[in-house]
Nanobody, 121 residues
């Protein structure tokens, strides 16, 4: 059974840092691309960052580039998101999701339960 379990959220002051973790089970993380996606209060889902399964490629949304870093430890089957210089607008529920291909179409096929990040003084 595929499971994704996020942790590491919490309340932090503006300018602070947090590291989110996503423990994966039921599949080898090394074989899949993974994303972090967030949802702010009253807003839709926003893609944050992606770690590709090949060649160590990563990409991030413009809104977090230079502040957030996605990484993975395939030996621990865990995905991370290091968040620095946090802003109030980063307040959201953060989800990790598996990004996989079915034929020619890519989609998020599994999601974690989410972890709340609140940036406030």
């Amino acid at each position: 059974e595929v499971q994704l379990m996020e942790s590491g959220g919490g309340l932090v002051q503006p300018g602070g840092s947090l590291r989110l973790s996503c423990a994966a089970s039921g599949f080898p993380l090394s074989s899949y691309s993974m994303s972090w996606v967030r949802q702010a209060p009253g807003k839709g889902l926003e893609w944050v960052s992606r770690s590709y399964s090949y060649l160590g490629y990563t990409s991030s949304a413009d809104s977090v580039t230079g502040r957030f870093t996605i990484s993975r430890d395939n030996a621990k089957n865990t995905l991370y998101l290091q968040m620095n210089s946090l802003k109030p607008e980063d307040t959201a529920v953060y989800y990790c999701a598996r990004y996989s291909r079915d034929g020619s179409a890519w989609s998020y096929d599994y999601w974690g339960q989410g972890t709340q990040v609140t940036v406030s003084s």
